[in-house]
């Protein structure tokens, strides 16, 4: 398949799973909260794309919950191209993708993130994967979470779940405090088996996104809660922001290729606390 095509069909369907994600969350939210939009560019003097990132904020349902696409395509400066798969012998990129971040009013839904992404260079593959990040412990949740999650992989490979989810649980850590950052999920990246058996698992993952953040979501978001519970989460937030800005590949990588700043940054809740 050409590589323009591909390039189309990855960027067009991130952006179509942008509008779904989005409007799922004004259907659950069913308040007069609206996403803020902004359009930005990667470079304003010359065409290097750019993307969207929405927040909505302050909801009925969402402290703040950010759905960001990208396409954005250039050359890496020369200190970086030693460390991304393909660019050693060529700077020039092209790199597509989605994430959200949920943070919860209610302390009792786990905080959540997805996403998914299409880098090209001399060498071109898929990554992403989602996670969730209780405050308040809670298995059945938990239980059901991988379940779905299982399912889904095993429609595609037998093997990914276990491959998947083992990456996630040592990507989704924090060294500092030897402490895992939720309860996991799934993390992939560099896969180039096959470009139509990848593409179909990376949107897979998207639809499976949405079905556990709507049924997590209408699974609490009536439940009652404390004010130690909120307490409780403004400090499992705060390691959340630690991980973002200590770890995180994804903010790393669009800060020093020249992303925009407050979408890369849409991660990040907007209350924490410290002990």
Known sequence: MDLEIKKNLTSNWFRLLQD??????????KSKTKF????????????EGGGEYRILKNGKIFDKVGVNFSKVYGKFPKKFQENILGAKSDPRFWASGISVVMHMKNPLIPAMHFNTRYICTTKQWFGGGMDVTPSKKDDLEKKDFH??????????????????????DRYFYLHHRKEARGIGGI??????????????FVR????????????????????????????????????YI???????????????????VEGILMSLPPLAKWK
Not at 20 to 29: R, T, V
Not at 36 to 47: F, H, L, M, P, V
Not at 147 to 159: A, Y
């Open 187 to 200: 993390f992939f990246d560099y896969k180039n088996d096959n470009f139509e058996k990848d593409f179909t």
């Open 147 to 168: 379940k779905i999650l299982k399912k889904m992989c095993d429609r595609h490979n037998k093997n990914y779940y276990k491959k998947y989810k083992k990456w996630c």
């Open 204 to 239: 897979d993952v998207g639809v499976t996104f949405q079905i556990l953040f709507n049924k997590i979501i209408r699974n609490k978001f009536k439940k009652k809660w404390s004010i130690h519970d909120k307490e409780t989460q403004y400090l499992k937030r705060g390691k």
């Open 242 to 260: 630690e991980f973002n800005l200590l770890h995180d590949r994804g903010t790393k990588f669009g800060l020093q290729t020249g992303g925009n």
């Open 20 to 29: 779904a994600i989005c409007a799922d969350i004004l259907n659950l939210e």
């Open 36 to 47: 803020e939009t902004t359009e930005w560019k990667r470079n304003q003097s010359k065409d």
